[in-house]
Structures are given as C-alpha cells and as structure tokens.
C-alpha cells in the first residue's frame, strides 16, 4: 500500500531553497519510497526533532510515520540539518 506524503510549513520552506535538480532528485526518491517507508529509513535517536530520516545522496528527509501518512518535518544538508531543526 502506497504512503500518502505531508509536508509541514517548514519542509514547504526548506524545498524552496533548493536548486531544481536536488529537488527532483529527492521526489523521485521519495516516491520510490513511498510503498515501504520502513525499509529505507533509519530511526533517529533524538526523537524531539521527529521519528526517522531517509537519506537522499547528501540530503536528509526528516519524517514521522502516521498510519499510512508519512509527515515530512525537515529538509536539508546532511552537514547542518540535525542543528537547525528547532
């Protein structure tokens, strides 16, 4: 069964900084995705800035898993995600 994708204010505004080619990048891999979330992820152990990540080449999706909805929190460089996520 195929997950639906939500995106937060703050994912809308870190997708807009991006170039083009990044973003189609990460959608291609996000729908791929998109039929077995679990499989590509990895927990996080901080859990206060969401559930798990996927990684897409130097790029981190940030995400928590609501039934059959993945919510998508953040997206950024690998290099700084993890410290602008509050």
Same mark, same amino acid.
Do not use: N, S
């Given at each position: 069964m195929k997950y639906e994708f939500i995106y937060t204010n703050m994912a809308f505004k870190d997708i807009r900084k991006l170039d083009n080619a990044t973003k189609q990048r990460i959608k291609k891999t996000l729908e791929r995705y998109q039929n077995n979330p679990l499989h590509y992820a990895r927990r996080l152990t901080n859990t206060?800035?969401?559930?798990? #990540?996927?990684? &897409?080449?130097?790029? #981190? &999706?940030?995400?928590d898993l609501d039934e059959y909805k993945i919510i998508v929190l953040r997206i950024g460089h690998r290099k700084n995600i993890y410290q602008n996520l509050n």
């Open positions: 206060e800035c969401g559930e798990y #990540r996927f990684r &897409v080449g130097d790029y #981190r &999706v940030i995400f």
